[in-house]
T-cell receptor, first 111, second 114 residues
Framework: GQQLNQSPQSMFIQEGEDVSMNCTSSSIFNTWLWYKQDPGEGPVLLIALYKAGELTSNGRLTAQFGITRKDSFLNISASIPSDVGIYFCAGSTDSWGKFQFGAGTQVVVTP | ETGVTQTPRHLVMGMTNKKSLKCEQHLGHNAMYWYKQSAKKPLELMFVYNFKEQTENNSVPSRFSPECPNSSHLFLHLHTLQPEDSALYLC?????????????FGPGTRLTVT
């Protein structure tokens, strides 16, 4: 089946640093979504991407839909303690909204 | 209530019990989803409903039985579960065929099977 690889698995960063993570797929996607999940809660949608090359920001978060349509990137600038959590990518190829999810990147921010 | 709600938030059940998880979305969406989230693994899609019709069953064992009486409510009926079924069960909704496929999640039900 389709493989969606997300890296890194975890990151330990200092407050104020920038964070980058990415997802790659063996298949071409039409849509990429990025989520954040806090402990004991459901994932919260951060950014949605619909076109190859698209670059979209949401506050300090910026995500890009890769030109090849097989990858996507999420950057967090000037991290703060509340950025702690697990970030997931999700990609879809079909018109029914069926998404593949990455395994997540755990971000830990130290003061 | 706003967004997607799920009840109960926590559930402990024996392998011979029958229980149900409930999901309700207040977003006017037409598609609803059940996912299973196990530690260190990607979210696993279980079922998809579009306009109350099941459009996806991702080879889920029959001990999980979904029900979608209308576009706002989704249930997951559980019976004779196994310990490996312990996980966080997430419900999500999207506008689906009527709009975008951005999925919005509920807080999940933490299920423990003893």
């Amino acid at each position: 089946g389709q493989q969606l690889n997300q890296s890194p698995q975890s990151m330990f960063i200092q407050e104020g640093e920038d964070v980058s993570m990415n997802c790659t797929s063996s298949s071409i996607f039409n849509t990429w979504l990025w989520y954040k999940q806090d402990p004991g809660e459901g994932p919260v949608l951060l950014i949605a991407l619909y076109k190859a090359g698209e670059l979209t920001s949401n506050g300090r978060l910026t995500a890009q839909f890769g030109i090849t349509r097989k990858d996507s990137f999420l950057n967090i600038s000037a991290s703060i303690p509340s950025d702690v959590g697990i970030y997931f990518c999700a990609g879809s190829t079909d018109s029914w909204g069926k998404f593949q999810f990455g395994a997540g990147t755990q971000v830990v921010v130290t003061p | 209530e706003t967004g997607v709600t799920q009840t109960p938030r926590h559930l402990v059940m024996g392998m011979t019990n029958k229980k149900s998880l409930k999901c309700e979305q207040h977003l006017g969406h037409n598609a609803m989803y059940w996912y299973k989230q196990s530690a260190k693994k990607p979210l696993e899609l279980m079922f998809v409903y579009n306009f109350k019709e099941q459009t996806e069953n991702n080879s889920v064992p029959s001990r999980f039985s979904p029900e979608c009486p209308n576009s706002s409510h989704l249930f997951l009926h559980l019976h004779t579960l196994q310990p490996e079924d312990s996980a966080l069960y997430l419900c999500a909704s999207s506008a689906g065929l009527a709009g975008s496929y951005e999925q919005y999640f509920g807080p999940g039900t933490r299920l423990t099977v003893t």
